[in-house]
């Protein structure tokens, strides 16, 4: 079992930046693919980044290309969401997620993940 444990969330300006951590539990944490996920009001849960185990590999949504990095340090168990030139429309709850089997072709899947943390509110004003 894994819980993950998401911080740094709150409200910043149009073009701020704001760092979410994610802690995980767990001795094993550093064996599987890690994604964020995000979802506004009425909107369903949206892919953001994902993160392979071993940081080699990262993927992004085309809409925070760019302007978002994940990132991961598995000897603290934590993956990081840098989050720059903040929009209006990042306004969302955010979750960090965990996939123990590594399907990493299917890591923008929100269905891959095993395990979610309880979010963190973004809010950014314009």
């Known amino acids: 079992q894994v819980q993950l444990v998401e911080s740094g969330g709150g409200l910043v300006q149009a073009g701020g930046s704001l760092r979410l951590s994610c802690a995980a539990s767990?001795?094993?944490?550093?064996?599987?693919?890690m994604g964020w996920f995000r979802q506004a009001p009425g909107k369903e849960r949206e892919f953001v980044a994902a993160?392979?185990?071993?940081?080699?590999?990262?993927r992004y949504a085309d809409s925070v290309k760019g302007r978002f990095t994940i990132s991961r340090d598995n000897a603290k168990n934590t993956v990081y969401l840098q989050m720059n030139s903040l929009k209006p429309e990042d306004t969302a709850v955010y979750y960090c997620?965990?996939?123990?089997?590594?399907?990493?072709?299917?890591?923008?899947?929100?269905?891959?993940?095993?395990?979610w943390g309880q979010g963190t509110q973004v809010t950014v004003s314009s």
């Open positions: 997620a965990a996939d123990r089997l590594n399907r990493w072709s299917r890591s923008g899947d929100l269905d891959v993940y095993e395990y």
């Open positions: 767990g001795r094993t944490f550093g064996s599987y693919t």
């Open positions: 993160i392979s185990w071993n940081g080699g590999v990262t």
